[in-house]
C-alpha cells in the first residue's frame, strides 16, 4: 500500500458524524490536489476492508455523485441519519457540513 493510499485512508477515517468532506479535499489533504479520482478507486476498494464511512465522502458540487439509485439511497439515509439535511434530492449544504480535515492531521 502506498503512503498516499494510507493517508486517504486515514483522512476519510477521521471525518466525524454529521461533516463530510469531497474526493478533491481529500486528495489535497493527503497530498496529491489532482488525484479525487484516485480517491474514488480507494474508497472503493477499501472502505469494507477498513471500515471506511465512504457515505461521508461527496463531489465539490455538495452532491452524492453515486448513479446507482440502491447506493444512492443508501448513502443518503446515512447521512440523513447522522443529522444532515438536504437542500435538494441530491445535494446538501456544503458550508454547513464540510469538514476541514487538515487541522486534525
Known sequence: MTDY???VIRI???IPVGKVMTYGQIAKS?????SARQVVRILHSMSDKYNLPW???INSKGEIGLRDEESFNTQ???LESEGIK???ERSL???EYLWQGETFL
Open 5 to 7: 493510499t494510507i493517508k
Open 12 to 14: 476519510i477515517q477521521a
Open 30 to 34: 493527503a497530498g496529491s490536489p489532482r
Open 55 to 57: 457515505h461521508r465522502v
Open 76 to 78: 443518503k439515509f446515512l
Open 86 to 88: 438536504f437542500n435538494t
Open 93 to 95: 449544504p456544503l458550508k
